[in-house]
């Protein structure tokens, strides 16, 4: 990187990506507090930041010098787009990369909550399971259901695939309107990003019009779903279940409300955690990143308009 060493990175990321750039990546774990990342935005060219990451106007105003954003996760709801594209810094993302990955635990969410999987292991090791019982732990088949998807970008296409391999009828709300994908689906499994008008889709109402038989998914983004609405509905048994795997705040507080409903199943935000995905995202993210900084098109840009008519491309 010659003289453009002043980088910040966020957290260390699996892979040796990083060993790419001169940078100052925040040592300890979890996320650097909020004081930090501005103090560092303040003296930086660049910032490799997490989706836990808040990269708002207020931290884009301090960076007088910072040119280049790259975001380590496909989404990009915790950037201000807006900020960053009227001071013509481009934000970099990781699209495509942990398509397949984020797809294979959803449709493991869909299993593990139907037949009830996180039941069966302790049962197991409290002593539970005394003699093989034709009604011990009865579940519900993914094969042959109705799966419907919400939101069929790559995600949902590949969830799509897989369930569509198990037999599964897939309705999706490119063909159907949302009230009657959930009046028909065994399971409803999110895959739209969050924005204003995403933000609780899944509230009181939603919730009532699924069957009392069906299982709520989401591995998509926490703000989605109305969190008091889905404890309510889980409590007076409203629907069958849920298995989540983003929430609102994350991390999950373990004293949360949520987490005294039933039938609830909850991974800590573990959609792309496999070691090759983890691994491509952070290749990825540095490309975006050096591209940002060499004053190159970033080639995964979440803001493309920062090249647009009033701003030549590179």
């Known amino acids: 990187m010659g003289g453009l060493s002043r980088v910040f990175v966020s957290r260390r990321l699996p892979g040796p990506a990083l060993g790419r750039l001169e940078a100052e990546i925040w040592p ?178 939603a919730l009532a019009r699924m069957k009392p038989t069906a299982y709520l998914v989401n591995t998509a983004r926490g703000p989605l779903v109305d969190q008091e609405a889905l404890a309510r509905a889980l409590r007076f048994g409203r629907i069958a279940g849920a298995a989540l795997d983003v929430f609102d705040p994350e991390p999950l507080p373990p004293d949360h409300p949520l987490l005294e409903a039933p039938n609830l199943l909850v991974l800590p935000h573990v959609g792309s955690a496999t070691i090759a995905t983890r691994e491509a995202m952070a290749e990825m993210a540095v490309d975006n990143l050096l591209a940002g900084l060499a004053g190159e098109r970033v080639p995964h840009c979440a803001n493309p308009e920062v090249y647009g008519p009033t701003r030549r491309a590179p």
């Open 28 to 205: 300890e774990a979890g996320a650097a507090p909020r004081e930090t990342l501005l103090a560092r935005a303040r003296e930086c060219e660049g910032l490799l930041t997490m989706l836990t990451d808040r990269v708002d106007a207020e931290l884009i105003a301090a960076a007088p010098a910072l040119r280049a954003i790259s975001n380590y996760a496909v989404g990009v709801d915790n950037v201000d787009l807006e900020a960053a594209t009227a001071r013509g810094i481009p934000v970099g993302h990781t699209p495509d990369v942990l398509t397949e990955t984020t797809a294979d635990i959803t449709l493991a969410l869909m299993l593990g909550i139907a037949r009830r999987l996180v039941e069966g292991d302790r049962a197991v090791r409290a002593g539970e399971w005394r003699a093989w019982e034709p009604e011990f732990l009865l579940g519900r088949d993914l094969h042959g259901s109705t799966v419907g998807i919400v939101g069929m970008g790559r995600i949902g296409r590949a969830v799509a695939r897989r369930a569509e391999g198990f037999g599964c009828t897939v309705l999706a709300t490119r063909a159907l309107p949302l009230g009657e994908l959930l009046e028909r689906s065994d399971f409803v499994t999110l895959h739209v990003p969050l924005t204003p008008d995403t933000r609780g889709l899944i509230g009181d109402a």
